[in-house]
């Protein structure tokens, strides 16, 4: 049984740092190549990829709007996703989701109705 759980949501400062971890188990990372991302959404916005990594060859991929400030990464040993967010502005509070789904081409457009698996969510709060 496919399952996510995200953890590290807090409230930060602009300008703070915060690191976003997901587990994952159930996967068969060692046989199926997975895209894996972070998604987020805002009260009143549609959900928007902001990360998104490929398994197959850990490849990275960002959202304009997080690029040079996020950085998506994994644990290969640990099943664990991680998404550094440095830099952090007021409009990046959202609640963040981990996602994941079978594929290999893990660039953008980043659509969150092609993903299988997701998180529950955790919340980030970036303000004064």
């Known amino acids: 049984q496919e399952q996510l759980v995200e953890s590290g949501g807090a409230s930060v400062l602009p300008g703070g740092s915060l690191r976003l971890s997901c587990a994952a188990s159930?996967?068969?990372?060692?046989?199926?190549?997975?895209?894996m991302g972070w998604f987020r959404q805002a009260p009143g916005n549609e959900r928007e990829g902001v990360a998104t990594l490929f398994t197959g060859r850990d490849s990275t991929y960002y959202a304009d709007s997080v690029k040079g400030r996020f950085t998506i990464s994994r644990d290969n040993g640990k099943n664990i996703l991680y998404l550094q967010m440095n830099s952090l502005k007021p409009e990046d509070a959202a609640t963040y989701y981990c996602a994941v789904r079978r594929g290999v081409n893990c660039a953008q457009p980043f659509k969150h109705s092609d993903y299988t698996w997701w998180g529950q969510g955790t919340q980030v709060t970036v303000s004064s």
């Open positions: 159930g996967f068969a990372f060692t046989k199926l190549e997975y895209c």
